[in-house]
């Protein structure tokens, strides 16, 4: 009787084997998942720069220099609302996407367009806040803290700023050319990057605004 020896090479091999006669029989991913899952890893490497500012800040958060803190700056019924229209504008980004999948053009611009207001709202305000404490003197030369916060915070909106952009593009798209396959592709990524920055910005909240006020 002849045993046949199985060695760890001769395993690796035909698990290659196999891996490849199943690629061979499915074909490459769709577009749709490659577009997708590069973008995640996009996502994941500005999530790395935001983790570097939340760490700056969380080094410098009591390095005021004798100025005012966050407890002093900090309006929080104006964070408040910033906060709810940047939600309710994730809320409406998602109605987008259903829209875009249920191929409802009409329904597709209604949701972007209340999807605009509201970020265009939160930045407004974010924008209402700095201006304010820059009156009172609270600039980012003041001290060390205000710099991380300006740093951290006005990168948040930066990112809101080109997510607005990207969607009035995206609606001039829609516009000329349907729901074609590269078009929603960009929609996807910008839904993934809108709801990446609602997330971003309720870690910002809760370090910044709730625990600034605490502290």
């Given at each position: 009787m002849n045993i046949a020896v199985v060695t760890p090479e001769i395993a690796l091999a035909d698990a290659v084997h196999e891996a490849s006669a199943q690629a061979t029989e499915t074909g490459p991913a769709p577009k749709r998942i490659v577009a997708g899952f590069g973008f995640w890893v996009f996502l994941l490497s500005d999530i790395v720069m935001f983790a570097a500012l939340f760490a700056s800040y969380a080094v410098l958060v009591n390095s005021t220099a004798g100025g005012p803190g966050g407890a002093q700056l900090f309006r929080q019924v104006t964070v408040a609302i910033e906060t709810a229209c940047l939600l309710a504008s994730s809320y409406t980004c998602g109605l987008m996407w259903l829209a875009v999948n249920?191929?409802?053009?009409?329904?597709?611009?209604?949701?972007?367009?209340?999807t605009f207001v509201f970020g265009a709202a939160f930045l407004?305000?974010?924008v209402r806040e700095f201006a304010d404490m820059i009156a009172r003197g609270a600039t980012p030369q003041s001290s060390a803290f205000l710099s991380a916060f300006f740093t951290l915070?006005?990168?948040?909106?930066?990112?809101v700023t080109a997510g607005l952009l990207w969607?009035?593009?995206?609606?001039a798209q829609v516009a000329?050319?349907?729901?074609?396959?590269t078009v929603v592709r960009r929609l996807l990524c910008f839904s993934?990057?809108?709801?990446a920055l609602d997330i971003i910005w309720v870690a910002l909240f809760t370090v910044v605004y709730l625990m600034g006020v605490r502290s």
């Open positions: 249920a191929g409802r053009r009409r329904a597709f611009y209604i949701a972007a367009v209340v407004a305000l974010e915070v006005g990168c948040h909106g930066l990112h969607l009035v593009v995206m609606m000329v050319k349907s729901f074609r396959p993934l990057f809108w709801h």
